[in-house]
Each structure stands twice: as structure tokens, then as C-alpha cells.
């Protein structure tokens, strides 16, 4: 009897988990939330005099209108790339690395270490410069990773906080010792005797090639090897994993030190390729915009070069239209924003509504189910049951 | 040499108490089994508001902590309708509301950067008890959000927590939201109060940087204390008291880089600067250590927290 309700009204939707979300949907879901935090914040702007939109057609047009637009836009994508690989790897682990602007920082900062102390041929040195960076980010995630990996301590709190103790180091460096004393007024270090190649005329180096190749490596590791299978594993279910034998610990501290060298490795390409110099100011939030790329890409390494590509259009817009009203910081506002819907998007794609199945029933079959079930009611009650299982 | 404790404490007791209040809001709401990590953003949108209030409405710095604490709730209740309404990921939406703020607080602040406050707390000096030698002065001639974060606050948290059925239910919903919605406690109504409480201390403490800590607004004015306050209640095991006194520890280390800059010592003050993210850290490892294998300490956390709650059927 199990449909068999006389008194109350069942409404006959009820919401269940999903067990997959179609790739479209997510898709379509996080256009949307990019596009209603647009409509929100130009609200929000129009009520203080500003338009938004007009004002992002003219950034737009600025920045794809010519060669040079287009260059400054791929530039920007490329830390954007790095660090939302960073983040998007350890988001395959349920791990955030909310680190990645700290790790930025000291990639840079160990790139232009080295640069500035040692001499040698070029192609040499590059490679040295390279890992030096991919070095640096990963011993800034090495104490993160081991507390939370043998300990279970918070590695959002811990990689966070370490930001700002780079920020603070990389200051330090870049006004104290290591200070342009040619030219003080750029608070920065001289310009690195190395750089990143760069193709013909243009301002693009070879760094910008590097985070692709990453990008696919990484896609390929997560599809078709062994260790991304236990990654994807250890991500769902950490317990299955476990189960199954799997060693969820050291592949847990390796993929947070891994993340940590992508997103150094993109600091080592920002100083040598892009900036030349290292300062505190380094880092653009690329950091931080990392994460609202990953989460946009869902933490797949092939969409995160389309969502970098997205947030770099929009940093630029905000860096292009800084006089008009627009600045860094709104766009940082709107990027809080657009990671807010696509949190309350995606949420709501893991759920939908299911029509509960109620065998109708009349009440004859609904007497007759009483009478085999509860032989001898007394004949008033079974009158009493049919008309009111009838309403 | 004593003059030199005593700037200790004295700053140590101002920058303890805004991650106090930080920290006090935040307990509550992770105890209601929600985790707010935009309470960077919100200690941030309190900041500049509770100073544009000053210079817009009224220099009285009631009227700026008035607002500050309505921004902090507003975005605490935005928090909640993206978290305990529609479920979302609290991760994703703390850092979404730490950038929003951060942001939105940047932009806003512009036209009043770098000017001092119109007006700030002005000190209350509790009678009597300020003449106690040595610690009357430091303890009670202070503001009003000083008294509150430390001796209003604190006990009040652990009398609702643990002395009333309400808190009882408040844990239940954080520890077993199934089990307390079975029981007929509101699950998801308990969480949104508590979440909006959270964002309401926060804006308080925001207040308190801009209308007493440093009387002034400059961009990045939080300076990682809502990241250090979530630390804190982590380190704290979720329980009102040891918040206060990790805070406590917390507002010393920071007041030695100043006491250090002023003092001249040798270290460079860069590094006296990340004293408070380094010792944050630290305090984030050191239960553990403490207890070695024995992992009930971290255990402590509240079992449902962060994972939201929809009754299925």
C-alpha cells in the first residue's frame, strides 16, 4: 500500500540528484551565468551612471580591431592559461589550490633568481630559467600539500595565506637586493639578460605555446592513462579509491606539487617572456583569475584555453577602458559575480524534477486491496476508507 | 623593555579583536554547516562603507558601523540564496564573493582612498576597573566593539551554542542536517540566519578597521584577515573561547612587526610582515602536531560543513 494516501496531496514532481550532467548543459549553463552577471553588474553600473555594455563594444572593438589588440589579448591568456591549469588539476581531485597566484609569483621569482646570477648560452639558460620557475611553485605548494595530504589540513586556508607571504617576498626582493639601481624609479629589478624568443615582429614569444602544449599533454593523461584514471577516481570517491588500492596519498601530493609547477612555470614565462622585469605587481590576480577559469572549463584542460581566452578579453577591457570608468577592479567584481551564477548553474544542473509514478487507482480496486489486506474492518470504516480514498 | 610589551598588547588587542568578530560570525555559520570564505569580500564592502556612511550621512561612527553591519548581512543573505537556497558550492561562492568584494569595495572606495576617517570610536573608560595598574588601562579604556569582541561576544556565542536548545539545534543542522530535518528542526532556515549572521559580523569588523584600527580607507584594506578568521575558527576547533585566544595570539604576532619597525630592529620589515600569514599557518598545523595520530581534534570540524542539504524523496 504503498501509494496510498487518503488524507494528504502529493504533488507528483519531486527533484533527484542526476547522475550525469550532459556537456551541453554545463556549457550552456555557464554562457548563461557569464551573461546574466553582465546583466546584473550593468544594472548595477547603469544606476551609477555608467554603461556597461557600450563601454564594452568600444574595449572590444579596441582590442580586436587591430593586430596589436589581438596580440596583448593572447599575452594575457597565457598566465590566465597556466594558472587555470594549475587550479583545473587539483579541481580533478576535489583539492583547490587557491594558491596559484603565490606559486605565480615565486616561479617568476626563482626564474629571475637564476637569470640574474648565472651566466650561459641562451638555449641553456632557458631551460635552466624553466625549471628553476616550475621549481619555485612547487616548493611553495610543498608545505600546503604534506599537511593536507598526511595531516587533512585545510589546503585552501594554507595555500591562500602563502599569497601573501609571496607577495611580500617577491616586494622585498624586487626594491631591496635585486633593484634596478640604473632605474629606481620602477621599484623592479633590471631587465633579464634572457628572454623568451619571440616570433618575427611580433610581441608573441614561444612562451605562449608552452600552456597549450600543457593543456593538451594534460588532457591526455586525464583520457587515456593510468594515472588520470586514479586522479578521476580519487576526485569522485576517495573512499572507492581507497578500496581499491589505490595510492590516494601520493597521488594527492603529486598532483597539488604539479599544479604548484604549472602555475610557476607560468610565472617563469610571464617574467621572461612578457614583463621582463620582476616586481611585486607582477601578477595581474592571474591567480585568482585562474580559479574562475577553471570552474568555468569544469576543470577540463582543453576548455580552460577557451575560458582563458574569455577572462583575458575581459581583463584586457578592463585594462584598455581604465579612464572611461571601467577598471581591473570591476572586473574583478564582475569575475565574483560570474563565479557566483555559474556556482548556482551548476548546482542546479545536478538536480531535476522526476514525475512521481501514482498508480491510479478506483475505489473498487482501492476496497478490494482493503479487503484482502484487512479482513473483518468493520463495514463502517471500509465505507468511510472508499469515500474518502475516492477525493 | 616594558614599554615595548606594552605596544605589544595594545596592538595586539586591536588587531585581535577584527579577526575576533571575523571569526565569531564565521563559527556560527560553519557551525550551522555553512562555510563563508567571501568573508574577505564582506570584511572589505564593511570597510569602505561603514567609512563612505561616515562621510556621506553623518560623521558618527554608530551610523558607519550601523551600515557596515546591514552590507555585511545583504551580503550574507546573497551568500545564503546562492548556497543554502539554490545549493551551490560554497567553495566557489566564497571565492565569487571574496572577489566581489574585494572588487566592488576597490571601486567604490576611490573618491575617499587614503583620507582619514571623518570620525572614529572614541574610547570608553570603564570606571574602577581602569585603575587596575597595568592591565585597567589596556583592558578597559578601550572602544566599543573592543568590549564586545571580548567580553560581550565570546560568552554570548557559547551560551547560544552550547547552553540553549536553539544552539543545540544550530549544531545538529551543522553536524546531521538529515537527522535534525527528521526531528523537525528547519535545516535550511537555520542556515541562512546563521550565514547572514556570519556576513553581519564581518561587516562589523570591517567597521572596526576603518573607524579604529587604522582610521583610514586604502585599497586591500583587509589584508587576508577574513582568510586568517576562517584559519582561526579551524585552529579553534569551531569553539568560541580558543577562537579568541588563537586571535589573541594572532593580533601579537602582527602588533611584533610593528613594534619591530618601530623599534628598528635588524630584520627587514618585509619579513616582520608575513609573520601573521606564516604564524597563521602555523596555528592551522599545530593542533595536529600536538595530538599526533590522534585525529579527533580535527575531527572537531562540523561533520556536514560545506556539503548542502536538500531533503530528497
Known amino acids: 500500500m504503498k501509494n496510498f494516501s487518503v488524507f494528504s496531496f502529493n504533488f507528483p514532481w519531486k527533484i533527484q540528484r542526476r547522475q550525469s550532467v550532459p556537456v551541453w548543459l554545463n556549457v550552456l549553463v555557464r554562457l548563461l551565468a557569464v551573461l546574466l552577471a553582465f546583466l546584473v553588474v550593468g544594472f548595477f553600473l547603469k544606476l551609477g551612471g555608467i554603461n556597461l555594455f557600450s563601454l564594452l563594444q568600444k574595449a572590444f572593438k579596441q582590442i580586436l580591431g587591430n593586430f596589436y589588440g589581438v596580440q596583448q589579448a593572447i599575452i594575457l591568456a597565457t598566465p590566465l592559461l597556466m594558472t587555470g591549469l594549475s587550479v583545473a588539476l587539483c579541481m580533478r581531485m576535489s583539492l583547490w589550490n587557491i594558491g596559484a597566484e603565490g606559486q605565480f609569483l615565486i616561479g617568476a621569482f626563482m626564474a629571475t633568481g637564476v637569470a640574474l646570477n648565472f651566466n650561459g648560452p641562451l638555449p641553456v639558460m632557458l631551460v635552466i630559467i624553466f625549471l628553476a620557475g616550475a621549481l619555485g611553485g612547487l616548493l611553495w605548494t610543498l608545505v600546503p600539500a604534506l599537511v593536507r595530504t598526511f595531516w587533512n589540513v585545510n589546503e585552501i586556508i594554507t595555500t591562500l595565506l602563502l599569497n601573501f607571504v609571496a607577495v611580500f617576498l617577491v616586494n622585498y626582493f624586487a626594491i631591496g637586493p635585486w633593484r634596478d639601481k640604473t632605474a629606481p624609479t620602477l621599484s623592479a629589478t633590471p631587465r633579464l639578460p634572457y628572454e623568451l624568443p619571440t616570433f618575427g615582429d611580433t610581441y608573441l614569444h614561444i612562451g605562449i605555446i608552452i600552456p597549450i602544449i600543457a593543456a593538451i599533454l594534460l588532457a591526455l593523461a586525464f583520457k587515456s592513462t593510468k594515472l588520470g584514471y586514479e586522479i578521476r577516481i580519487i576526485g569522485t570517491n576517495r573512499r572507492v579509491a581507497e578500496f581499491a588500492g589505490m595510492p590516494v596519498r601520493e597521488r594527492m601530493l603529486l598532483v597539488m606539487l604539479l599544479s604548484g609547477a604549472i602555475a610557476g612555470i607560468g610565472g617563469m614565462i610571464e617574467v621572461t617572456g612578457t614583463v621582463h622585469r620582476l616586481s611585486g605587481l607582477l601578477s595581474n590576480n592571474y591567480g585568482f583569475l585562474g580559479i574562475i577559469v577553471a570552474a568555468l572549463a569544469n576543470g577540463s584542460p582543453i576548455a580552460v584555453i577557451f575560458t582563458s581566452i574569455l577572462l583575458a578579453l575581459l581583463l584586457n577591457a578592463g585594462i584598455v577602458l581604465q579612464a572611461q570608468g571601467l577598471s581591473v577592479n570591476t572586473v574583478i567584481a564582475i569575475n565574483g559575480v560570474i563565479l557566483i551564477f555559474a556556482a548556482i548553474g551548476e548546482s542546479i544542473t545536478h538536480y531535476h524534477l522526476v514525475r512521481i509514478e501514482v498508480p491510479q487507482k478506483s475505489v473498487e480496486a482501492n476496497a478490494q486491496v482493503l479487503e484482502s489486506e484487512c479482513p473483518g474492518l468493520p463495514e463502517k470504516q471500509v465505507q468511510y476508507i472508499k469515500t474518502e480514498s475516492g477525493k | ?313
Open chain 2, 1 to 313: 623593555m616594558n614599554s615595548v610589551l606594552m605596544g605589544v598588547l595594545v596592538s595586539a588587542i586591536s588587531a585581535g579583536t577584527v579577526i575576533i568578530l571575523a571569526a565569531l560570525g564565521e563559527l556560527l555559520a560553519e557551525r550551522s554547516g555553512v562555510q563563508n570564505l567571501g568573508l574577505e569580500g564582506i570584511i572589505a564592502m564593511g570597510a569602505v562603507t561603514a567609512i563612505l556612511a561616515e562621510s556621506r550621512i553623518a560623521p558618527n561612527p554608530y551610523i558607519g558601523l550601523l551600515i557596515a553591519i546591514l552590507v555585511g548581512l545583504i551580503l550574507g543573505a546573497v551568500f545564503a540564496f546562492a548556497t543554502v537556497t539554490f545549493k551551490a558550492n560554497q567553495v566557489l561562492c566564497g571565492l565569487g564573493m571574496a572577489f566581489l568584494g574585494n572588487g566592488l569595495s576597490a571601486k567604490l572606495g576611490t573618491s575617499i582612498s587614503g583620507l582619514p576617517a571623518p570620525s572614529t570610536f572614541e574610547t570608553i573608560r570603564i570606571p574602577l576597573l581602569a585603575e587596575i595598574p597595568f592591565i585597567g588601562n589596556l583592558l578597559f579604556n578601550q572602544s566599543l566593539l573592543v568590549y564586545l569582541a571580548y567580553f560581550v561576544f565570546p560568552p554570548l556565542v557559547y551560551f547560544l551554542l552550547y547552553q540553549t536548545r536553539h544552539g543545540m539545534h544550530v549544531r545538529a543542522v551543522g553536524d546531521n542536517p538529515a537527522t535534525a530535518d527528521v526531528c523537525g528542526i528547519p535545516v535550511n532556515k537555520i542556515r541562512f540566519i546563521y550565514t547572514c549572521v556570519g556576513g553581519a559580523f564581518a561587516g562589523m569588523s570591517g567597521a572596526y578597521i576603518t573607524l579604529a584600527y587604522t582610521p583610514s580607507w586604502v585599497e586591500g584594506i583587509a589584508g587576508g584577515r577574513g582568510w586568517i578568521a576562517i584559519a582561526l575558527v579551524i585552529f579553534g576547533a569551531w569553539k568560541p573561547l580558543p577562537v579568541v585566544f588563537g586571535a589573541l595570539l594572532f593580533g601579537g604576532v602582527t602588533s611584533l612587526g610593528f613594534v619591530g619597525q618601530l623599534q628598528d630592529w635588524a630584520i627587514p620589515s618585509a619579513y616582520l610582515s608575513m609573520l601573521p600569514y606564516l604564524s597563521t599557518i602555523a596555528l592551522m598545523i599545530f593542533p595536529v602536531l600536538l595530538k599526533g595520530k590522534n585525529l579527533r581534534r580535527i575531527s572537531a570540524s562540523p561533520a556536514g560543513l560545506g556539503q548542502p542539504y536538500l531533503r530528497e524523496g
